[in-house]
């Protein structure tokens, strides 16, 4: 399957540059793929991103229709040359997907067990407009944007990984939040016949799989439900049908497998906070100045590495966001909320 890119006459730069998104311009102009092969858009990842090499998933029809009708609106990184995209064997071999497993490969191995189809999410908690909704319908009244975004895991490895998706902002709108809503909690799957990481009675997670945020999080432009990666379906091993995707924060935060998304009044618990509370926190902001408690967070090895060349770069305050997300942290002491 292949991305359609768009014609520079159907692609309008009002199109890709909603007044409601305030990224730096210099970004996205930066990272508009759609305008065509004649356009030299020098450092754009995205416009010579080539997919070929991508094995094809097994997507339903609308998906591939929703993936065909991405609007292009890539947020290159702020240094191309350093975050050349991780080759898709990489992104989709090395992961952390407890369900299936501990070890980098487990997921990859197992994850093909997962029955994504079909799938429905349930968005519930202090809304208006709630209920059990099927993946097709969530996903309809979107269109698809392709994001490009650096992923950093607390474990202080880093990727660079070509979304698709949808803002969860549009979701939340969707739901018509009440005024009690304060926070989005998010639920993965339970399934224990499906995911046999569930069934080892050596798991520390007390699934399911939780995560959350603050509901203006959770608003910004940059937070992303992803339903595709490299041009395709997400392979189950990176969180099929349905990721949450916040590239400013480690990578734990980005839950897999998505079946509830909760608008609440209280700050949810998170599974990596329920754990070790005092190594991982509720807001998890990529920060080099706060090293976790067994190992230093002021470098980061991007992939692919290996042992003798461990490619190790410095990691970015808010993995290299701050520019767009510094202001919602404004006056917090990061050391505490860390
Ligand atoms: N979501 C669920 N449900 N279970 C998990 O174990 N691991 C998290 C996050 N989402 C995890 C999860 C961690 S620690 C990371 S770093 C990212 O997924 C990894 O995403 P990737 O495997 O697609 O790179």
Sequence with gaps: MLIKIAKPSDLHESDVTPESIYLSRRRFMGGIAGLGAGLALPGNVSANAD?????????????????????????TPSDPEKDALTPFDDASGYNNFFEFGTDKRDPARHAGSLETQPWSVVVD?????????????????????????????????????????????????RADPTSKA?????????????????????????????????????????????????????????????????????????????????????????????????????????????????WSQATERRLPNSLFNTNTIDTLMFNGYAEDVAELYAGMDLRKHY
Excluded at 137 to 158: G, H, M, N, T
Excluded at 216 to 245: F, I
């Design 182 to 294: 304060n926070y989005v909690r998010f639920e993965t799957l339970v399934d224990p016949d499906q995911m046999r990481g569930q069934r080892s009675s050596f798991s520390i997670i007390d699934w399911p799989y939780v995560e959350g945020l603050r509901l203006d999080e959770a608003m910004h432009p940059l937070t992303l439900l992803a339903m595709g990666m490299y041009g395709r379906e997400l392979p189950n091993q990176n969180g099929a049908p349905l990721r949450l995707v916040v590239p400013w924060k480690y990578g734990f935060k980005s839950i897999k497998s998505i079946v509830r998304i909760s608008l609440v009044e209280e700050q949810p618990v998170n599974s990596w906070q329920q754990i070790a509370p005092n190594e991982y926190g509720f807001y998890a902001n990529v920060n080099p100045q706060v090293d976790h408690p067994r």
């Design 125 to 173: 908690g202090e809304v208006n407009n709630g209920g059990r909704i099927a993946l097709e319908d969530f996903a309809k009244p979107s269109q698809f944007e392709e994001r490009i975004y650096r992923l950093r895991c607390v474990e202080a490895w880093s990727m660079v990984i070509p979304w698709l998706g949808i803002p969860l902002a549009e979701v939340i709108k």
């Design 51 to 75: 997919y070929s090499d991508v094995p094809e998933g097994n997507a339903p029809a609308w998906l591939e229709e929703k993936i065909s009708d991405t609007q292009w609106r890539a947020i």
